[in-house]
């Protein structure tokens, strides 16, 4: 989310701009962080759908990201200066986008600027949970090693994306061209044959009226379709932009039978690793928890654990701030508890996070092997309707002669 702000700098000077963030707050402490004293901050007006498409498609991929940190690790662990590290990216990176921002990276930290401040100015490609555990790095001094973490924590959730992006592609595929298929037949070939089955003046079944009828209408309506379907189409778009569309999206994509399951084990074993990450950077527990219930990407889970948060910094534990939410298994708070009780906590929270990412791995897999068994079946029956509808009035018809 962007927002536009006026601020005054030390040396009392106004300067006005916009920065990207998760919410105002985050917004606020970005500014507030690069020593400005802020004067008004404002969401900005959403952009047109056409500035969305162009952002979308000049983004930084997570895999260029992946790559960029990886690298950086590699050049800090052989002792080569941040500066050195930077400019050496710079010149080898071939992607426009991320060669921008390793400019401007580069051109913050030579002003003066500390690197999880210069990082922090790009929150569209560094998450808050990336700029906070190079923070912490840069306070125990352990940067090369925090950013290996980050490299290797990226890949898995990568990996673990396309998993699901690639059992979810296969279905959409199939469902697609038997949609295209049913709209060929009742526009080009129903409409040929209709006459025949009104001259033989035979009884038509049921499910070919309903084609036929079908048919004609998206003949005769299909500018009027094909407006409405954009119209939808678009609304459903700019509400997924909104902060409520968000929400709701992230509670229905939480709900749906099986896909559900799916999305809670993911989100689970996502919250565990970034949590354990951070705490072994340095981080308190009540910061390790806050930060990570931005880099889940669901909402119901970033508000669940920002409360969850505010009660450890009460006095509770994280394990009994948990217990009762129906998005976090008993075997989850169960094991943070024993990690609580044993000083361990990292070394169980990875625990969770390698078994929920098991569980996800094999129902990936359980659901790519019963997808297609299943759709064949569906499918088939379609289809043996779609051309019954066809050739049993043709059999009428050739009864009748």
């Known amino acids: 989310m962007k927002f536009n702000y006026t601020a005054r700098t030390k040396n009392g000077e106004l300067q006005v701009g916009n920065v990207e963030a998760a ?8 500014l507030t962080g690069h020593d400005l004293f802020i004067l008004s901050i404002e969401p900005a007006k959403e952009g047109s759908w056409y500035n969305r498409v162009l952002d979308f498609f000049e983004r930084v991929k997570s895999v260029d990201l992946m790559i960029f940190t990886r690298q950086f690790a590699t050049l800090l662990a052989s002792q080569v200066p941040i500066g050195d590290s930077l400019r050496n990216l710079y010149a ?3 992607k426009p986008v991320l060669k921008d921002v390793i400019y401007e990276i580069v051109a913050d930290v030579e002003a003066g600027f500390s690197l999880s401040q210069a990082l922090s100015r790009h929150p569209g490609v560094f998450s808050d949970f990336y700029v906070n555990m190079v923070k912490a790095a840069e306070v125990t001094g352990r940067l090369a090693e925090v950013l290996e973490y980050l490299a290797d924590f990226l890949e898995k959730q990568a990996i673990l994306m396309g998993k699901v992006r690639n059992a979810l592609i296969y279905p959409g595929f ?3 061209l038997f949609i295209a298929a049913v709209v060929v037949m009742v526009t080009l070939v129903l409409p040929q044959i209709t006459p025949i089955f009104t001259e033989a003046k035979i009884e038509v079944p049921f499910f070919t009226r309903l084609l036929m009828g079908s048919g004609t209408f998206i003949l005769k309506w299909w500018w009027a379709i094909g407006i409405i379907f954009t119209i939808i189409i678009f609304s459903l778009i700019n509400y997924r932009q909104t902060e409520e569309g968000k929400a709701v999206f992230n509670e229905l994509s939480l709900r749906v039978p099986i896909i559900g399951k799916l999305f809670k084990q993911l989100y689970i074993s996502r919250f565990a690793e970034s949590a354990r990450v951070l705490i072994q950077g340095g981080l308190t527990i009540p910061q390790a928890i806050e930060i990570s219930s931005h880099t889940i990407g669901n909402y119901v889970y970033r508000d669940i654990l920002h409360e969850a948060a505010q009660n450890i910094r009460k006095g509770q534990l994280l394990s009994q701030a948990l217990k009762n ?4 298994p008993p075997l989850v708070y169960q094991l943070i508890a024993v990690g609580e009780s044993t000083g361990r906590l990292d070394n169980l929270l990875a625990k969770v996070s390698d078994f929920y990412r098991r569980e996800v791995e094999n129902l990936v897999s359980n659901l790519v092997e019963l997808i ?15 051309f019954a509808s066809i050739l049993l009035p043709l059999y009428n018809i050739a009864q009748a002669i």
């Open 23 to 30: 919410t105002k707050e985050v917004a606020v402490s970005i």
């Open 92 to 94: 080898q990176t071939a």
């Open 174 to 176: 199939v469902v697609g």
């Open 325 to 328: 939410t129906p998005y976090f």
């Open 372 to 386: 297609q068994p299943i759709l064949l079946v569906v499918i088939g029956i379609m289809v043996a309707l779609l």
